[in-house]
C-alpha cells in the first residue's frame, strides 16, 4: 500500500517565478492539506482539499493556490515567489469520514534565490 | 485561535533512559485531539500517538505515551526505554474536533529537537 507520495523532492526556484508542487495521497484517502515548514518551525497550515473543492484556508496570501483532481491527487502552486517562501512543503492525505489521522509524504524542499 | 507552545528546542537523552517532552496548548474548545508527531532527518511526519480529549485515560503506544491534562492544557510526551532511533524533532499538534474533515487542519508547535546519546 503506497503512502503519500510527493514530487518533486527539492527544486531551486528564482524570485518572481512560478512553482507547481504535486501530491499523491495515500490509496482510500480523499482529502488533501498542505503545510508550509520554514526551517527551524512547525508546519503552517496552507489549505486542504476535498472534492476538487478548497475546504479550508490558513493564513496565506491569493498567491498560493491549489487544485484537486478526480483521482484526488493535489497540486499546490505559488506565484510570484518571494525568498521568504523557502520551506518544505507537506503534503497530507486523509479520510473525510471518521479520518482523525493525516498521514503526511516526505515533503518537496523548495529554495528560491 | 488555537496555539500551540513547545518550549524546550531541544532535549537530550542516554539510551535506555527515559525523556519528557512538554507541551502546553491554548483553545476555547472542550473537544478536540492533540497528536504527536515524529520528523526525522527523512523529513517525513510520522504519528507517534493520540488524545482524545473526552478521554481521561492516557494513551500509550509500546514505549510512548502520554500525559494529558486537559484542565492545565499540557500535553506531554513520555518516551521509556530511549532507543537511537528515537532522536528526531517532535512535534506537538492539536485539532478541533468540531465538525468533521473540513475542520480538521493540524496547528503545530514549533518542535523539540531530541537527541539520544550512548
Known amino acids: 500500500d503506497a503512502g503519500v507520495t510527493q514530487s518533486p523532492t527539492h527544486l531551486i526556484k528564482t524570485r518572481g517565478q512560478q512553482v507547481t508542487l504535486r501530491c499523491s495521497p495515500k490509496?482510500?484517502?480523499?482529502?488533501v492539506s498542505w503545510y508550509q515548514q520554514a526551517l527551524g518551525q512547525g508546519p503552517q497550515f496552507i489549505f486542504q482539499?476535498?472534492?476538487?473543492?478548497?475546504?479550508q484556508r490558513g493564513n496565506f496570501p491569493d498567491r498560493f493556490s491549489g487544485h484537486q483532481f478526480p483521482n484526488y491527487s493535489s497540486e499546490l502552486n505559488v506565484n510570484a515567489l518571494l525568498l521568504g517562501d523557502s520551506a518544505l512543503y507537506l503534503c497530507?492525505?486523509?479520510?473525510?469520514?471518521?479520518?482523525?489521522?493525516?498521514?503526511f509524504g516526505p515533503g518537496t524542499r523548495l529554495t528560491v534565490t | 485561535a488555537q496555539t500551540v507552545t513547545q518550549s524546550q528546542p531541544e532535549m537530550s537523552v542516554q539510551e535506555a533512559e527515559t525523556v519528557t517532552l512538554s507541551c502546553t496548548y491554548d483553545?476555547?474548545?472542550?473537544?478536540?485531539?492533540l497528536f504527536w508527531y515524529k520528523q526525522p532527518p527523512s523529513r517525513q511526519m510520522i504519528l507517534v500517538i493520540r488524545?482524545?480529549?473526552?478521554?481521561?485515560q492516557n494513551a500509550t503506544e509500546n514505549r510512548f505515551s502520554v500525559n494529558f491534562q486537559k484542565a492545565a492544557k499540557s500535553f506531554s510526551l513520555k518516551i521509556s526505554d530511549s532507543q537511537l532511533g528515537d532522536a528526531a524533532m517532535y512535534f506537538c499538534?492539536?485539532?478541533?474536533?468540531?465538525?468533521?474533515?473540513?475542520?480538521?487542519?493540524?496547528?503545530f508547535g514549533t518542535g523539540t529537537r531530541l537527541q539520544v546519546t550512548l
Open positions: 482539499y476535498y472534492e476538487e473543492e478548497e475546504r
Open positions: 497530507a492525505s486523509s479520510r473525510l469520514a471518521g479520518g482523525l489521522e493525516q498521514y
Open positions: 499538534a492539536y485539532r478541533s474536533a468540531r465538525g468533521t474533515g473540513t475542520a480538521s487542519k493540524l496547528t
Open positions: 483553545t476555547s474548545e472542550s473537544d478536540y485531539y
Open positions: 488524545q482524545e480529549a473526552y478521554k481521561q
Open positions: 490509496s482510500g484517502h480523499d482529502t
